[in-house]
């Protein structure tokens, strides 16, 4: 079925009558779908507590600034709770180097920018902490630069202010230095090859005009001309000499090939006729125009992925670093490399453990979900064997015993990177060969005919060089990657990521697509299914809440966190609290208040009198009496049953891969018609990609979202993941995605075949040049002034064929 088609049936139910549209969310301008009868203004409730804040605190100016800017929802980032001992670490270190009162600088990576508004509203934020002196906040490269007073400034305070506003600070990781520098030198390639275009086009224009030989300056003129032109040789196309001998080297072609060969031709040519005194041969300012373009083409696309890449912070969730004990009880930072087996070390509340260990001292709560997909928070008991990257989602630090080391852990694979996938592919490889030979049979037959049958050879010399030199890929090398950043950026727009320029090739081949379910398919936390109770809790409820609430990484927590976030009070709430929250492993966690009154959130039947009534999942109670009972679900995604149905329209099978229980992902695929036959429940991390391997992986595009998805995320052909700000699979994916959805798949699918059209159209349109070209050249008609004039032609006619993409 034609997209179009399946667009006009995709908001309709069986009856015919619309039952949801899209909508825009007031604060990071993300898609997201409204159903029938409902009124929301915000794709989730971290942005809605956001714009609140943002309108507290007399901010209102950066939605001036920001415009229609898509920015990553906020979600749960300004919720949670964060450890910032290793910002202190970092603080501490910096200070050691200065005296009291100098000025500390440190640079730190911060997640969520995205425009200019972001960054007025950063130095906004920064200027009103104590000691703050400067502030540079880089959005290309994700990071900020702070600059402060030894001993008056509080970098944790800084952190925590940025956080609520979901902004998310981080340590400067090693991940994407090689990859900066590269972009780095690719910029400072096209200022150096544009300055010297320029500088052989402004000398050689005077020839152009009818300067003569005898003029005065002709020689000069003409030898900074050469000058120009063989730097730009070598600095601009030094940039494609070695990536088309690599890849040559490695058994395949590259379109930077034809370029290659096109500055090189056109290069050595033009040396002859300056030697020769040919002026028809002399091409120096084609060399240099040409070497400049191709370099801007590239840039286009490296710097739009690369502004993808630097959204999201460049750590990950494993621990970089342990707490361990020795045996006379002292504790000491070491890194998880260093980790030994039989060590005893502390877990701290959100974090996962590094490796496989035994509770030593205390029961603890931990959640499978990043490892294995299982929704619910599991109680373990001391002496109880933990896997590596189970997360501690209790209240407190927990005693481990280490039974592994880090080095060749089953973590230790999950988080290490799979091999990157090559920019060529076969297709365009055949496609290079039958070109590049056709183009030099052409230019061998042609100088052949002039040197058989008119005796001329210097004008069969000419003739070779010139079909050479306009057989170039001039509108190709400018055009695909001008096309390539009009749709990078009109999916940043919709709140989707392209990380690879790869992934166009890929998907095109995909014929399946595979989901995890936990956090892909359904929502990153529970849904509470009945929160007006939450609209009968009087103050001092609304109080006792909260200060449960606060600091625990619990999955109902962070659904019931959220859900006070909707109405305002999570901020208010929170300033007015105080005291220590008891957690019961297993049960629950309490608070007494002033008055003495005992507040408990926890499990039915725990502190509460009585019998609750429904599927209660928690009950909040005081002194013993129920208060409020909580039902909890696991919540498919809120456009998921449409798009699955799209996407199938779309021709493509459907599939799940999960680790959590069989009856749960049956009853996930059933509400979404996913044939049982495509969907596996209980599997491990290697099963799920020895399943892709077995099922022609070039054809499937693999969708998941936690470490349990990332050794799949490898098999696969394509890779895409909601997931961003854990660090864990955003670095890796071919492409993330924003929101609460999942359009961002099939908008992504409609793409990659609209754009295989306009391809179509720019390769129909340099095919018509070069034979009109070519016959020019074999005619002996060419020259470099009608080259000169021909090659910018055809590239602004193939960058509006590029601009055609809807």
């Known amino acids: 079925m034609a997209s179009s088609e ?30 029938a009868g409902t009124d929301r203004e915000f794709c989730c409730a971290g942005c809605r507590f956001v714009h609140q804040l943002i309108d507290q605190e007399g901010l209102d100016r950066f939605y001036h600034l920001k415009g229609d800017d898509v920015m990553t929802p906020v979600k749960s980032l300004a919720f949670q709770e964060r450890d910032w001992d290793w910002l202190q670490a970092e603080v ?176 050595i040519g033009s040396l002859v006729g300056w030697l020769s005194g040919m002026e028809s041969l002399m091409y120096f300012d084609f060399v240099a125009v040409f070497a400049f373009l191709m370099l801007v083409g590239r840039w286009l696309q490296q710097s739009a992925l690369e502004k993808n890449r630097e959204r999201v912070l460049s750590g990950d969730l494993c621990l970089r670093e342990v707490l361990v004990e020795d045996e006379e009880g002292k504790i000491g930072l070491i890194a998880v490399e260093k980790l030994q087996r039989g060590q005893h070390f502390l877990l701290k509340p959100g974090d996962p453990s590094p490796v496989n260990a035994r509770l030593a001292r205390e029961d603890g709560e931990f959640s499978f979900e990043w490892i294995n997909g299982e929704p619910e928070a599991r109680t373990l008991r001391k002496g109880s064997e933990i896997p ?107 709140g989707i990521f392209i990380q690879e320029i790869s992934l166009w090739s890929r998907l095109k081949k995909v014929k399946r697509v595979v989901f995890d379910k936990t956090g892909t398919l359904t929502l990153d936390a529970p849904k509470l299914m009945n929160p007006e109770v939450l609209d009968n809790l009087q103050q001092d409820q609304k109080t006792a809440l909260v200060n449960l609430l606060s600091g625990s990484h619990h999955p109902v927590a962070r659904a019931l966190r959220e859900e006070l976030a909707t109405r ?125 391997l077995q099922h022609d992986p070039d054809t499937i595009l693999y969708v998941g979202d936690g470490a349990n998805d990332s050794l799949a995320f490898d098999a696969a052909g394509c890779r895409g993941t909601p997931a961003v700000g854990t660090g864990i699979l955003e670095s890796r994916s071919d492409f993330y995605f924003l929101g609460r959805g999942l359009h961002a798949i099939r908008e992504l699918l409609n793409l990659v075949h609209q754009r295989q059209k306009v391809i179509v159209k720019i390769l129909t349109l340099a095919l018509v040049y070069n034979v009109l070209a070519v016959i020019v050249c074999l005619a002996g008609w060419m020259n470099p002034l009608l080259a000169a004039v021909l090659m910018p032609l055809s590239s602004l006619a193939a960058l509006f064929l590029a601009k055609s993409i809807k």
């Open 568 to 692: 305002g009070w999570w901020q208010v709430e929170k300033e007015s609290i105080g005291g220590s929250v008891k957690e019961v492993v297993g049960s629950g966690v309490q608070w007494q208040d002033d008055e003495e009154k005992v507040w408990s959130l926890g499990k039915p039947g725990w502190q509460e009198v009585g019998e609750q009534q429904g599927a209660v999942s928690s009950v909040f109670s005081c002194d013993g009496v129920s208060i409020a009972a909580f039902e909890f679900e696991e919540a498919l995604r809120e456009d998921a049953g449409d798009e699955v149905r799209a996407l199938s329209l779309m021709g493509y099978e459907l599939g799940i891969l999960s680790g959590d229980q069989e009856q749960r992902v049956a009853n996930i695929a059933d509400s979404l018609g996913i044939d049982r036959r495509y969907v596996l429940a209980g599997l491990n991390p290697e099963q799920k990609a020895e399943w892709i």
């Open 388 to 494: 590596g990257g189970a997360m501690n989602v209790g209240r407190s630090d927990l005693s481990l015993l280490a039974l592994d080391v880090f080095e060749g852990s089953r973590l230790q694979q999950l988080m290490s990177g799979g091999e990157g996938i090559a920019e060529s592919s076969r297709e365009l490889g055949r496609v290079l060969q039958w070109y590049l030979i056709v183009v030099l049979a052409v230019a061998l037959l042609g100088a052949a005919g002039w040197l058989v049958f008119a005796h001329d050879g210097a004008r069969a010399f000419q003739v070779f060089i010139s079909v050479l030199v306009v057989s170039c890929p001039c509108a190709l090398g400018l055009a695909l990657p001008f096309l390539d950043e009009l749709i990078v950026s009109k999916l940043r727009r919709s």
């Open 92 to 267: 501490d270190l910096a200070e050691t180097a200065v005296e009291q009162g100098a000025a500390v600088k440190r640079v730190f990576e911060l997640q969520g920018l995205s425009c200019v508004a972001c960054v007025w509203l950063i130095e906004k934020v920064y200027q009103r902490q104590s000691g703050a002196l400067r502030i540079i906040v880089d959005t290309q490269r994700g990071r900020v630069t702070l600059w402060w007073q030894k001993g008056k400034f509080v970098a944790t305070d800084f952190a925590k202010e940025l956080l609520r506003f979901g902004y998310a600070m981080g340590a400067v990781g090693e991940g994407g230095h090689e990859q900066r520098a590269q972009s780095r030198e690719l910029a400072t390639r096209v200022g150096v090859t544009g300055a010297l275009a320029m500088n052989a086009m402004a000398f050689t224009l005077p020839r152009y005009l009818g300067m003569g030989e005898d003029f005065l300056l002709a020689g000069v003129f003409g030898l900074i001309t050469l000058a120009s032109a063989t730097i730009a040789l070598l600095v601009g196309g030094g940039y494609f000499f070695g990536r088309a001998w690599r890849a040559m080297a490695a058994g395949s072609l590259h379109m930077d090939l034809p370029i290659s060969l096109g500055l090189i031709t056109a290069y």
């Open 6 to 35: 399946i667009d006009e049936d995709f908001g309709k139910s069986e009856g015919g009558k619309a039952e949801r549209h899209h909508a825009e969310c007031l604060h990071c301008s993300t898609g997201f779908v409204l159903r």
